[in-house]
């Protein structure tokens, strides 16, 4: 019998029973029946702002009643060149290409690395290296690019592009252990280097692991090898900053905390911080050049790219935290979660272990060996929700990690409150861990794995 479709729309799983959210205000959201959810993932580490922030409400009016879109083949929209200065400003980038989406940066910083070698005399790098396990989007090529369980939707169409380990979880903290560590990581980067030499157009990576990695720190001399390597060998460095930029980590890229550049940077989520879809591509001044220099066009682009709503929005994000001082209050702000989740790991052993920067913390579960890799997370995550609290389940099928990352603007008091909501859900959590428990798994991603193709997809 084929079981009737609750609702007309088509949700990740079809028939779940998400509340219907109507109302958000601060770090709270407000479902249909008047329930109050603490937002502490910011959706999916979008929101940095809270919800209905007045600023940005006023900014989006004025903007609307103004102008909201032209074709950027006819005109270039005010706020969007005023958002590029911005943005060039901030970061030190020489230029900013505008998009709708996470996936859309990521697919265009890819396109920006083929048509740099392009128009600089070598078109056959035409290749890619990333992490095995990170998630650069939901588009054949950050699938490609993404060791994410979804790849399995798309089948072979996905490129089988090298791939490389990422820093590991849950790793022993003492400097030799972390140099070591650094040393493997990079050796592994040399040897597919050298395996793919003069085809790799660019290595993509995010600085800081998201939505798969769960909030995973590299090593300190992790991002400088990288970064060497690839001048070394020719490639481009992409970072994929899409969750970890716009002042998440207490910097305004989470690269900067290791003074690292890249050639091309993907933006996102934070960007519009869930007010307007928008992302975009930094270019570093050498590929800017070479494409000047070159063709002096850019092939792709998509309609909504950059439309002078979404610009506005982003412009009045940017105010926000220039007002706020949301990057320096996100690293404050964010110790004092991360002691908050120390301490609950010490008091709760299911908790394997906290880690992250800045206002993205993860809390990693001990696994359960009963269970495919994110059941366990989404088990607590159900419990978290009934404590009052939204977290993030980790996907991609690799590790039982949740997300905490709430608003940049959540006050030391409001952490309380979560951590407390967090605190009543690992009770209830702890009082349902099935008793021939829970164990303790690889400490680094090195191993074998779990298979993508069973991974959860339920964020
Ligand atoms: C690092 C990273 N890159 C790219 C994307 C894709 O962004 P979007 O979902 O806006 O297309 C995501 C989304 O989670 C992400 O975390």
């Known amino acids: 019998m084929i079981e009737t479709r609750r609702r007309a729309l088509v949700q990740n799983v079809l028939n779940a029973d998400l509340p219907v959210a109507v109302r958000g205000r601060g770090v709270w959201l407000q479902d249909d029946a008047g329930r109050r959810y603490f937002d502490a993932c910011s959706g999916a580490v979008v929101s940095a702002l809270g919800h209905a922030h007045p600023r940005i409400v006023a900014a989006i009016a004025d903007q609307a009643a103004r102008l909201t879109f032209v074709h950027r083949g006819a005109f270039a929209p005010e706020p969007t060149l005023r958002l590029a200065e911005r943005l060039t400003a901030l970061t030190g980038y020489a230029a900013a290409w505008l998009v709708g989406s996470g996936s859309e940066a990521v697919e265009a910083a890819m396109q920006f690395a083929l048509q740099y070698h392009r128009e600089t005399g070598r078109p056959e790098r035409q290749w890619f290296l990333s992490h095995r396990r990170g998630y650069h989007g939901n588009t054949l090529g950050g699938l490609s690019l993404s060791g994410h369980g979804r790849r399995a939707v798309v089948g072979d169409l996905a490129y089988a592009f090298a791939e490389l380990e990422a820093p590991a979880t849950r790793r022993d903290p003492s400097p030799a252990a972390e140099r070591l560590h650094t040393d493997q990581l990079l050796a592994g980067a040399r040897a597919a280097l050298e395996r793919n030499r003069d085809r790799i157009a660019a290595i993509v990576v995010e600085p800081v692991g998201g939505a798969t990695l769960g909030a995973t720190v590299p090593p300190d001399g992790y991002l400088p090898g990288l970064r060497s390597l690839a001048d070394e060998f020719g490639a481009l460095l992409v970072f994929d900053e899409v969750l970890s930029g716009m002042g998440r980590t207490g910097r305004v890229l989470a690269a900067d905390h290791w003074g690292v550049r890249a050639d091309l940077v993907a933006l996102g989520k934070g960007l519009g911080a869930g007010y307007a879809s928008i992302a975009g591509v930094l270019l570093d001044a050498p590929v800017l050049d070479a494409i000047a220099a070159g063709s002096g066009r850019i092939a792709g682009g998509h309609t909504y790219g ?154």
């Open 306 to 459: 950059g439309n002078p709503l979404a610009a506005a929005t982003a412009l009045a994000v940017l105010d926000v935290m220039e007002q706020e001082r949301l990057v320096e209050r996100a690293e404050r702000t964010g110790a004092v979660l991360r002691l908050l989740l120390d301490r609950l790991a010490a008091a709760h052993p299911v908790v394997a272990e906290v880690r992250g920067i800045g206002m993205l913390q993860a809390v990693e579960l001990e696994l359960d060996p009963g269970a495919a890799p994110g059941v366990t997370a989404a088990r607590f995550a159900e419990n978290a929700r009934a404590a009052g609290a939204i977290v993030y389940v980790a996907t991609g099928g690799f590790l039982d990690a949740v997300l905490v990352a709430p608003p940049l603007v959540t006050t030391e008091a409001e952490l309380q409150v979560l951590v407390g909501m967090l605190e009543s859900a690992l009770t209830t959590f702890e009082s349902t861990v099935p008793s021939r428990g829970i164990q303790d798994r690889s400490r680094s991603e090195g191993g074998s794995g779990p298979d993508p193709a069973r991974g959860l997809d339920i964020a």
